[in-house]
């Protein structure tokens, strides 16, 4: 039987972990900062779901070809994860957080959305939670969309709050650090100081 589950992320842009490295950089400096990234050919087995990894190898031992091939098929994956990832409402731009709240038209955004993702549920995919930004945009967004589907579990993440956390891959000559995001890191637990953030940059990223 072919399992399908999903969890819905609504939120900002990519986890920001790195961003405190910014305070007092320069453009250029920043850059030096972050991790490199030396990408080889892409693993089309990334996630460990092609039959040879979920087999036991000492099975295949003097089988023949065709019952080779007939366990092989049998250890096919057949469970997958569904993630829906979506973007808050259109918000006013305030200058404080507590006030970009959604306009008319975010808020109808997100209604239609959840409206979809309820459609969606009725045709057989089993969302099992919304994990949303705590930002003001983001958790309006995720709370009309919950209205829509009743019963679904809720995750507010700090972690998804704007930012930029590594570079991209394939590499872009073009990317630079948002400057803009310097502050998006926030050390919740005060035990770690951008000082010691600024001089542990791979540490960081391994967070």
């Not at 990334?46 to 087999?55: A, C, Q, T």
């Not at 049998?74 to 006030?99: F, M, P, T, W």
């Not at 983001?138 to 930029?164: F, Q, V, W, Y």
Request: hydrophobic content about 35%; aromatic content about 6%.
């Amino acid at each position: 039987m072919f399992l399908r589950r999903a969890v819905i992320a609504a939120g900002g842009s990519a986890v920001a972990l790195f961003a405190a490295v910014s305070v007092g950089k320069s453009g250029d400096d920043l850059v030096s900062l972050w991790p490199h990234v030396h990408p080889g050919r892409w693993d089309r087995n990334w996630d460990y779901r092609e039959p040879m990894s979920l087999i036991n190898l000492n099975d295949l031992k003097g089988c023949t070809e065709k019952d080779r091939e007939d366990k092989l098929t049998k250890c096919d994956a057949k469970v997958s994860r569904h993630i829906y990832l979506i973007r808050h409402g259109q918000y006013n731009d305030a200058d404080c957080e507590s006030e970009r709240t959604l306009t008319g038209k975010g808020r109808e955004q997100a209604d239609l959305t959840g409206q979809r993702l309820a459609t969606l549920a009725n045709e057989g995919i089993n969302f099992n939670g919304i994990v949303y930004s705590s930002l003001t945009r983001s958790t309006e967004t995720a709370d009309i969309i919950s209205r829509r589907l009743p019963g679904i579990k809720m995750c507010s993440s700090n972690l998804l709050h704007e930012g930029a956390p590594t570079r991209p891959v394939p590499p872009e000559s073009r990317w630079r650090p948002d400057l803009d995001m310097a502050h998006a890191l926030k050390l919740r637990s005060g035990s770690t100081s951008t000082v010691r953030i600024q001089s542990k940059p791979k540490t960081v990223m391994r967070l």
